[in-house]
């Protein structure tokens, strides 16, 4: 049996959310920003009608604390308005990754994981930190997720099936 798991990104309801957004992909707003309505934002950083970002409050009911946090996307897609992207250059969203991994794992099932090359290293970078050199992207990023699970399962369940779906070339 498998579990068909999505590492890429976390629904946009999902309560880890609420307390771990510095584990997403997001954008402090600037001063000129947080004079604008929620209504204003989601029109600037969404053209088009495109579903980039969403205005997350990280304390309720304070505009203040407003951010944007980026839906999940693929260089070929604008995004998943049901999705938040997490951030695989924060330790925090490789953690919660592995623990959903481990978690499956231990439930004695096998893995299909989801658009998997969307956490490649070199897709993650083209998507989200294109700017960023990479001597300072690697060192946020140390080894690719997948390396980091191929070895747990090859250490602690090489009898499990890791089967990986990606598209593109």
């Known amino acids: ?15 880890w959310l609420i ?4 584990a997403m992909v997001y954008k402090e707003l600037t001063p000129a920003e947080r004079r604008m309505s ?5 029109h600037k950083y969404n053209p088009a009608g495109r579903h980039y970002y969403f205005v997350f409050y990280r304390t309720a009911g304070d505009a203040d604390s407003r951010i944007m946090i980026a839906h999940g996307k693929a260089s070929y897609w604008d995004g998943w308005s049901d999705t938040v992207q997490l951030d695989y250059t924060k330790k925090k969203a490789r953690d919660y990754a592995m623990e959903i991994t481990k978690f499956w794992l231990e439930k004695g099932l096998n893995l299909r994981c989801d658009a998997s090359h969307l ?3 070199l897709e993650f970078k083209e998507n989200w930190y294109q700017q960023m050199k990479w001597e300072e992207f690697s060192s946020l990023w140390p080894k690719e997720v997948w390396q980091e699970v191929s070895e747990y399962l090859s250490r602690q369940q090489p009898e499990k099936v ?3 779906e990606a598209y593109g070339d």
């Open 19 to 22: 307390k771990n957004w510095d």
């Open 119 to 121: 956490l490649t290293r």
């Open 38 to 42: 929620d209504a204003e934002l989601l």
């Open 1 to 15: 049996f498998f579990s068909d798991v999505v590492l890429n990104h976390v629904g946009i309801d999902n309560p």
């Open 162 to 164: 890791l089967m990986m």
